[in-house]
């Protein structure tokens, strides 16, 4: 267990034994399954844990250059990649760092995939289809709305594959269930089911979030096994991010004012939701804090948690307590590693959270701690 007053302030900090516990788990379904599961950056790339994970998992997904040399350095393998859009300048890059390229559009794809063929090694290129059906209900996650920027959709694909596309990619899902994953494979064998027997490899993407506590791993394993049987010659891949990292640790921070307008408390904290918790505004959500209630109880002491950037709409509320908070409290925000690590920004100048790890030998072990450097060189 986390000696939560041994953590700096702020301080993102991951649990080795819950991290450890969550590849376990992904291990075995890609084993029982016979499907090659890897790590997607865009929701998880704290790189000086990648040794722990390497033990479990060797591979990863990038949608950037920089996630694809982040791969190759420090994953020690190279890069399943997909961008919505590679340039002149920067297809070279992806190429060095790549074993797999996955194109958003065949104009894409018409353009760079000659570069590949004349390359110092074969890199296997995909194209991603968009099966216009989605059990994503926010459409900001949403890549199956109509008229989406992303995927190719089956009308367009009416003359069958261009010339060496060796694979097909799907992404549709977002901290989804097994069932979900069902539903979008029956809806692409109606729309692609055609093209599947030609291919190598079927990435089906990410928001597979086999380690929730209430994801049914028995069905999706069944529902692998089956298609893997209709379907022999593909190599299946999921690219889950959330479920590497669901869980397995906290963002500590700590009550630094409270204040009270027309009988409104907020608790005013080291930490921005605008900048450090992102998702709670743009999902939005409410995260759970660690010994409040979830929701208000009329006869406790109850606050908003309010972010310390100037912007007015940064804060979240309300959640009630058992004794009134006092500066100097701290507060515990559970299951903020998958995602929140990879999308906070330095707006206003704001310290930024250390990242660290707990050790499985309850040690606590600095990973990063950021100064004014890193804002100053982020800036110009």
Not at 140 to 146: C, D, H, R
Not at 208 to 236: G, Q
Not at 329 to 349: A, L, W
């Amino acid at each position: 267990m986390v000696e939560i007053n041994k953590i700096p302030s702020p301080c993102y900090v991951m649990e080795e034994e819950l991290l450890r516990n969550n590849l376990t788990l992904i291990k075995s379904v890609k084993e029982r399954a016979g499907v090659n599961i890897i790590l997607a950056f865009k929701a998880f790339a704290m790189w000086k844990s990648f040794p722990i994970i390497r033990e479990y998992i060797p591979h990863s997904t990038a949608s950037s250059i920089h996630e694809a040399q982040l791969a190759y350095e420090e994953m020690g393998s190279y890069a399943h990649t997909f961008s919505p859009a590679y340039t002149e300048e920067n297809f070279p890059v992806f190429m060095q760092y790549s074993s797999h390229i996955t194109f958003n559009s065949l104009s894409q794809y018409n353009r760079f995939y000659p570069e590949t063929r004349g390359y110092q090694r074969h890199i296997s290129c995909g194209i991603r289809i968009n099966p216009e059906f989605s059990v994503v209900d926010t459409d900001l996650y949403n890549p199956a709305t109509p008229g989406s920027r992303l995927g190719i959709s089956a009308d367009q694909l009416a003359d069958g594959l261009p010339k060496g596309v060796e694979g097909l990619h799907f992404h549709t899902l977002c901290e989804s269930s097994s069932y979900d994953l069902e539903k979008t494979l029956e809806v692409i064998e109606e729309k692609f089911g055609y093209l599947l027997p030609l291919v190598k490899w079927f990435n089906m993407g990410g928001g597979h979030l086999m380690t929730r506590k209430d994801y049914d791993v028995e069905h999706l394993i069944k529902v692998l096994k089956a298609f893997k049987a209709k379907y022999p010659n593909l190599e299946i891949i999921m690219e889950p991010g959330s479920a590497f990292a669901w869980e397995t640790g906290t963002l500590v921070s700590t009550v630094v004012d409270i204040v009270e307008n027309r009988g409104v408390k907020t608790a005013i904290l080291d930490v921005s939701f605008a900048c450090h918790m992102p998702d709670c505004l743009e999902m939005p959500y409410k995260p759970r804090i660690r010994g409040a209630y979830h929701e208000p109880v009329d006869s406790l002491p109850t606050y908003r948690m309010g972010g310390n950037s100037c912007l007015s709409g940064d804060f979240i509320g309300e959640w009630s307590f058992d004794e009134p908070l006092l500066i100097g409290d701290k507060i515990v925000f559970e299951d903020m590693i998958h995602y929140t690590t990879v999308k906070t920004t330095m707006f206003n100048g704001i310290s930024h959270p250390s990242i660290a790890l707990w050790t499985k030998d309850n040690k606590l072990e600095i990973y990063k701690q950021f100064g004014y450097e890193d804002y100053k060189n982020r800036m110009s």
